[in-house]
């Protein structure tokens, strides 16, 4: 028996034009899930990359007088660079171009060809150049491509065709049957979709046209569509018909999560080729929403993009990943303003988790040398204690449903409670009477084990910040929690000293 890892895929961005902050957003919530999952102690393949092939990637490096693989050569290191930046820990990256990669795809068409699962016809058409998509008359919206609303151009070609219509009442079942899609008004778009009869799908491009894409297998006139060469990463990457062992341990991937703009693609495209070469579906796709400027996706096409490096660079890369993840519930759109980001970090970062470090460092500074007071019977009764030892056992549930804006808002209710607390007890006040030097240093270890369990919470969503957290309190950062049981425990040994270290977000007017 080989142990089935916890796999988890994000879309393979075309390298078209550098990444902005849509792509930054489904890579951080995919890290996310898959930091919570290695610290609940699962073994984790999370796996990104590029999508470089088709008539955009031509284009661009076109445009800039480059030849298609020394400007994909090119492009590539901006991502990698991005991923870096935001703490994304992926266990690989494939691109399309890797040799492996493009093999795999040609022996699935070979296998699918000789399954009869694909033929060749000619075929007339609508193209939009930068969605890439083919329509029939039918679906165009007034004659403009019902995607993006843009001029489209009617094309004649021969080429392959998978057989999708084939399996239309299979994949209907398949979906109203089984938690394929989430949320639920993705599969109910996507069931109304299959409401109207599906169209084969028109494999590959005539190499006249485009001559950036794989070689398909049996002619030599045609290069493989981006999308159909794309979606098969996803099992390219996990050995499929190349390494039996590796497939069984990653295969069925756990969660695919992708942008709602490239659903179809997804949950209609993609299991009915999954089908089709008799492998298992994917557990489950998640399709969130669109960050958006002025009513309008954000894109680097509609030339809104926002640069993520610059706010990382400005607001610290914990501050953009809780913002993207607080602000909006996955699958509904967000407005997208610095503004938002700034009040965000104001209000959450600087005074509530910040201010709350600042006050109990600068406490057990000033009361006790900054060493940790032993936590004593009366400290164990304190609803503040029994709070964060429960946040394990709260914010766990949400993170296997995938709601980390919940998840946060559990860690954040427990924040505003410790600061609560220091209001009511006046550690400043108590400090005062010799007499109650007990109820002092009970606050201040109550205190102490609260921040250092939101600290361990937070690994999987700001690991910078609660590795700075554990630092200074002589902790280890790197943790494994497997039951609340472990959770709902003390941390901290009496008398470990805990540093204060500089300000964990400062305040803005500092910092500009
Ligand atoms: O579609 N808001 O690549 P792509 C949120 N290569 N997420 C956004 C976003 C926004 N405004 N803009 C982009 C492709 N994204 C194909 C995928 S997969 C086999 C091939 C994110 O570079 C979101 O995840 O256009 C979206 O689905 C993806 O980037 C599209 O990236």
């Not at 994949?171 to 069931?191: A, G, M, S, T």
């Not at 999308?227 to 990457?237: G, K, M």
């Not at 490239?262 to 009915?272: D, K, N, S």
């Amino acid at each position: 028996m080989t142990e089935k890892k916890y796999y988890l895929t994000t879309p393979l961005y075309y390298v078209n034009a550098k990444p902005h902050i849509g792509h930054a957003y489904t890579n951080v919530l995919c890290d996310t899930f898959a930091r919570y999952r290695r610290f609940l102690g699962e073994d984790v393949f999370f796996l990104t990359g590029t999508d470089e092939h088709g008539t955009k990637i031509e284009k661009a490096a076109r445009e800039q007088s480059k030849d298609p693989r020394t400007y994909v050569d090119e492009m590539v290191p901006q991502f990698k660079s991005l991923w870096e930046t935001l703490g994304i820990q992926y266990d690989y990256f494939i691109r399309t171009t890797d040799e492996a990669h493009k093999k795999s795809v040609q022996n699935i068409l070979k296998d699918l060809e000789a399954k009869g699962e694909i033929y060749k016809a000619s075929y007339k058409g609508w193209y939009c150049t930068p969605c890439e998509s083919f329509w029939t008359k039918l679906q165009l919206k007034e004659g403009k491509c019902p995607d993006c609303g843009r001029d489209v151009q009617e094309l004649s070609e021969e080429n392959y065709f998978f057989k999708l219509s084939k399996y239309q009442d299979w994949l209907i079942k398949y979906i109203q049957e089984n938690d394929f899609i989430r949320p639920e008004i993705r599969k109910n778009e996507i069931l109304g979709f299959l409401r109207e009869p599906l169209e084969d799908l028109c494999i590959t491009r005539p190499r006249a046209r485009l001559a950036w894409g794989i070689d398909y297998p049996n002619s030599k006139d045609h290069v493989v569509y981006v999308w159909f060469d794309a979606l098969i990463n996803y099992i390219s990457a996990a050995g499929f018909m190349a390494d039996d062992k590796k497939f069984r341990t990653l295969w069925p991937a756990d969660l695919q999560v992708v942008g709602k703009d490239i659903l179809r693609q997804h949950a209609v495209y993609w299991p009915i080729m999954l089908k089709a070469c008799g492998v298992e579906m994917p557990k489950l796709v998640l399709a969130h929403g669109w960050w958006t400027m002025e009513g309008a996706k954000v894109s680097k096409s509609r030339g809104n993009a926002v640069d993520p490096i610059e706010l990382v660079k400005k607001y610290s890369v914990d501050a953009l990943r809780y913002f993207l993840m607080r602000e909006v519930t996955i699958g509904n759109d967000g407005a997208f303003s610095e503004d938002l980001l700034a009040e965000r970090y104001t209000s959450d970062l600087a005074n509530d988790l910040g201010n709350l470090w600042f006050r109990f460092t600068s406490m057990l500074e000033k009361y006790f040398a900054g060493a940790i007071p032993a936590l004593e019977k009366t400290g164990e009764k304190e609803p503040l204690l029994s709070a964060s030892f429960k946040l394990w056992e709260k914010v766990t549930p949400l993170m296997v449903a995938y709601d980390p804006r919940e998840a946060l808002a559990v860690v954040w209710s427990v924040i505003v409670m410790a600061n609560q607390f220091v209001e009511e007890k006046k550690p400043w006040v108590l400090a005062k009477d010799p007499a109650k030097k007990a109820g002092l240093s009970q606050a201040l270890a109550v205190l102490g084990e609260a921040v250092i369990h939101i600290a361990v919470i937070l690994l999987a969503f700001m690991p910078a910040t609660a590795a700075k957290i554990l630092e200074r309190s002589q902790l280890p950062k790197e943790w494994i929690v497997k039951t609340e049981k472990d959770f709902a425990r003390t941390f901290l040994k009496s008398g470990t000293k805990i540093e204060r270290g500089e300000a964990l977000f400062p305040r803005l007017e500092e910092i500009k």
